[in-house]
């Protein structure tokens, strides 16, 4: 991952600056267009030590109002699905590529994500999770640095430097694609099974 410069970190590792640091590096957020159309800034939310780390696209009417990550249809559907990796939301963290709301719920556009995404990528620093878990198109190929669909990369762990990626499809399109639910409960379980068969250290997340 490429590191955003935050002043007083030129030369930071990782877990070297705190997720309120980034936040309050954020402020009120004016990089692209949507921070006009916004209700509310949209960070995360969830473990700072998380070993899980899940990332979707971005902010809908729901979250938008209450300027937390999957608080709609979608949030209770991965809440449902959490356990199939042994996961509960209270130990994984969650965030987006981009952290406002598209107007209408339209797909983010390029120079959205490339305004947002440093932000993203210091989260991923921050916190430094074992496992990186991509909600759907947007968050795969970011994370992949690909041009592929869900459709193709899921199924299987990929590893990108220190993290091991799990594609996966949107919980939003499992609620509209009824028949993708059992695909993405496969792929969570693959999650669970490599975090009992990879334990973690004492001191990984102190």
């Known amino acids: 991952m490429s590191v955003m410069h935050i002043p007083g970190h030129e030369h930071q590792g990782p877990r070297e600056v705190s997720l309120q640091e980034i936040r309050d590096l954020m402020g009120n957020c004016q990089l692209c267009p949507l921070g006009q159309t916004r209700t509310n800034l949209v960070f995360g939310v ?11 696209e971005g902010p809908g009417r729901n979250e938008d109002l209450q300027g937390e990550p999957f608080v709609g249809a979608a949030g209770h559907k991965l809440d449902e699905l959490l356990s199939y990796a042994g996961l509960t939301r209270k130990e994984v963290y969650i965030a987006n590529v981009i952290k406002c ?4 719920n339209r797909n983010p556009r390029p120079e959205e994500i490339q305004a947002c995404s440093p932000f993203l990528r210091e989260q991923i620093r921050s916190i430094w999770p074992d496992v990186i878990v991509c909600l759907g198109n947007f968050a795969s190929q970011f994370v992949l640095r ?12 990929h590893q990108t430097g220190h993290f ?3 594609p996966t499809f949107h919980p939003a399109a499992c609620l509209y694609h009824q028949e993708w639910e059992p695909l ?6 693959l999650v669970g099974n490599w975090l009992k068969e990879h334990p973690a250290k004492e001191d990984a997340h102190e």
């Open 184 to 189: 993405l409960i496969e792929d969570l379980t």
């Open 101 to 104: 709301r598209p107007p209408s």
């Open 146 to 157: 690909t041009g592929a669909g869900v459709m193709s990369l899921r199924g299987r762990l």
């Open 164 to 166: 091991v990626v799990c």
């Open 46 to 56: 969830g473990n700072p030590h998380a070993r899980v780390m899940f990332v979707g």
